[in-house]
């Protein structure tokens, strides 16, 4: 059964850098057939895809958060990670990662917390 | 951008009851590329719909999905407790609809 899992600090200052990592279990991030994204729920909101990423490297983003977000993978480790610069307290989410199935997410981690917050 | 818009904004119905959720987008929409989740507090989204009306693995044929071009949706047959939940559209592996709750009547 395929698993994923958030990791990462959960309190970031605000200007400063939110780095997330997701570790990728049961399965392997090098399969040809999926992309793995990040998405983010604000508390009490909508959910907000990020972007996501091919395990080549090929990436593609949010436009609304482009200028913002870097989104890597490393297959060594079956791990893809999440930069998000510039934070404010618009940026305080649960953040989750989901396999990307191209046209949809069918498995999801369970979400991590970041808080912006000096 | 494809923006997706969800109606309406919260349902309240009894268990039992059919509900029928909307999800409208502001321009056509592949039927392949559309989907639905639930969400219950606390728990990450479970994907229910994929390619506007294949219910994913394990997912109780009391949920149907259907539509294309522009509008789709969502339709639970006989709400179960279990049912009552938030629930977000979503083209192309990217875009969210607002989402629409499920409350109890």
């Known amino acids: 059964q395929l698993q994923l899992q958030e990791s990462g600090p959960g309190l970031v200052k605000p200007s400063e850098t939110l780095s997330l990592t997701c570790t990728v279990s049961?399965?392997?991030?090098?399969?040809?057939?999926?992309?793995w994204g990040w998405i983010r729920q604000p508390p009490g909101k909508g959910l907000e895809w990020i972007g996501s990423?091919?395990?080549?490297?090929?990436?593609y983003y949010n436009p609304s958060l482009k200028s913002r977000v870097t989104i890597s993978v490393d297959t060594s480790k079956n791990q893809f990670s999440l930069k998000l610069s510039s934070v404010t307290a618009a940026d305080t989410a649960v953040y989750y990662c989901?396999?990307?199935?191209?046209?949809?997410?069918?498995?999801w981690g369970q979400g991590t917390l970041v808080t912006v917050s000096s | 951008e494809i923006v997706l818009t969800q109606s309406p904004g919260t349902l309240s119905l009894s268990p039992g009851e059919r509900a029928t959720l909307s999800c409208r987008a502001s321009?056509?929409?592949?039927?392949?590329?559309l989907a639905w989740y639930q969400q219950k507090p606390g728990q990450a989204p479970r994907l229910l719909i994929y390619?506007?009306?294949s219910r994913a693995t394990g997912i109780p044929d009391r949920f149907s999905g259907s539509g294309s071009g522009t509008d789709f949706t969502l339709t639970i047959s006989r709400l179960e407790p279990e049912d009552f939940a938030v629930y977000y559209c979503?083209?192309?592996?990217?875009?969210f609809g607002g989402g629409t709750k499920v409350e109890i009547k």
């Open positions: 979503q083209q192309y592996g990217s875009s």
């Open positions: 049961g399965g392997s991030i090098s399969s040809s057939s999926y992309y």
């Open positions: 989901a396999r990307n199935v191209i046209t949809h997410f069918d498995y």
């Open positions: 390619g506007a009306s």
């Open positions: 990423i091919y395990y080549s490297g090929s990436t």
């Open positions: 321009q056509s929409v592949s039927s392949s590329y």
